[in-house]
């Protein structure tokens, strides 16, 4: 492959190539660019960039490490299989790296009120957390059965201070807590800032949850760099909104030889209602303010969507996925329930680390691949997120589908 630099964007306009955008009603444009306009004289201000990387290891315990999972390695017979530790980050998963950088931003901006959506409740926790350390009032929209069914991140959340509403149109889950987030800033914008948590979202939000996240690919690039002695031969990491994934490959996108996979969730395998792989059923379209791939129908109504790990349960995936992908940069997969859940199981037993079912997804696929795999092959993993959270899930998963 030629090592041709390649543009992902986005350009003026909020564009990475055809995908992502401004897609949103009158209101919204206002807050949207003034957020455009202060994040880029944040991220230029060296105080503020001093700030955030203090706040990143003492708060966060940055770097994470890059571990090298040895009996995972001797597994799949090539040379290394190493782990970036997202799970140690405070709060157990890689959400707080953006949490942490909106939270700094808001506060910047003279916000002292921030909102956020959460699905799965690990967005959630990170922004209470963080509206807890900086002192601002907090509110996370929630959808009722996702409530019901993340309980224990619900008592996180309020025991941090938060304000935790449930959202109780339509499917009862992300997508809706997502707009009623929109619809709760656009009313008070004057003293709210909106903390998005995926690389989702109307311009200048998978911008900016992307340079937060890429963290993750600075700190993995230099630390394979030194550990292994080379650049690793494929980056591997789950995709839901995009943020794990975008941060960790971003970093190595210009090193033509790094393969990059992401891995969508195939839920009970594709078909519909089924998954959320947006690549194997979807097509484009256009949801909350961005252009994307999504699940639609014909008349371009949002499909159901079932994943067995509720942070990669959501319709639509972030645009510059969608461009890498056009681009064939990043080679996309999907895996099943069933196999991620095995690969909970396996990294469990092979390594002494219960990944979220999320990252299980990751594993599941590197597992599956196995005879793709060379001797002097490097893997890089991105371990999003701990288990403890999905312990339940996974127990109810088993007795559901064993007799
Ligand atoms: C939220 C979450 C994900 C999925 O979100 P992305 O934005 O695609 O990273 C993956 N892993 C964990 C542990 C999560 O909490």
């Known amino acids: 492959m030629p090592n041709k630099p390649i543009t992902t964007g986005p350009d003026r306009r909020g564009y990475y190539g055809p995908y992502g955008g401004m897609y949103v009603p009158e209101t919204l444009m206002a807050p949207l660019l003034e957020l455009t306009d202060q994040y ?50 405070h709060t157990g998963a890689h959400k707080i790296n953006n949490s942490l950088g909106q939270a700094l931003l808001a506060q910047r901006m003279g916000k002292h009120r921030v909102i956020a959506e959460t699905g799965a409740g690990q967005h959630g926790v990170a922004t209470a957390t963080v509206a807890a350390m ?35 149109a339509g499917q009862q889950t992300l997508k809706e ?16 800032h909106y903390i998005l948590g995926s690389a989702l979202g109307a311009h200048p939000y998978p911008r900016i949850v992307r340079d937060f996240q890429s963290v993750i690919g600075r700190e993995a690039r230099r630390q394979i760099k030194r550990q292994a002695g080379r650049l690793p031969t494929a980056l591997v990491a789950c995709v839901g909104g995009g943020s794990n994934s975008i941060g960790l490959f971003y970093p190595f996108i210009r090193d033509a030889q790094v393969q990059m996979i992401g891995v969508e969730a195939g839920g009970r395998g594709i078909r519909k209602g089924q998954h959320a792989a947006r690549f194997a059923g979807g097509k484009v379209g ?22 067995v790990s509720a942070g990669l349960d959501y319709a639509a995936i972030g645009p510059e996925h969608s461009w890498l992908r056009d681009l064939g940069r990043v080679e996309y997969a999907h895996v099943t329930d069933r196999e991620a859940v095995e690969a909970f199981d396996a990294l469990g037993r092979w390594e002494g680390i219960l990944p979220a079912l999320e990252t299980a997804h990751a594993f ?38 064993t007799r």
């Open 40 to 89: 880029g004289q944040a991220r230029r201000d060296p105080a503020f960039r001093r700030a955030l990387n203090g706040y990143l290891r003492d708060f966060v315990g940055r770097p994470t490490p890059l571990y090298f999972a040895e009996r995972m390695t001797r597994e799949l017979g090539c040379a290394g299989v190493y782990l970036k530790r997202e799970d140690l980050c």
């Open 134 to 168: 900086f002192g601002m009032e907090c509110v996370i929209y929630m959808g009722a059965v996702d409530m019901e069914r993340q309980a224990l991140n619900v008592f996180r959340m309020r025991s941090l201070g938060a304000q935790v509403v449930p959202v109780t």
């Open 177 to 192: 807590a997502i707009s009623e987030a929109m619809r709760d800033w656009v009313t008070n914008v004057r003293t709210t």
């Open 286 to 307: 256009i949801l909350q303010g961005t252009k994307t791939f999504l699940l639609q129908d014909r008349h371009g109504q949002i499909e159901l969507t079932h994943s």
């Open 364 to 401: 599941a696929w590197c597992v599956q691949q196995a005879d793709r795999w060379q001797r002097d092959d490097v893997l890089v993993l991105n371990c999003s997120g701990r288990g403890d959270k999905d312990v339940q899930q996974v127990a109810a998963w088993k007795q559901e589908h």
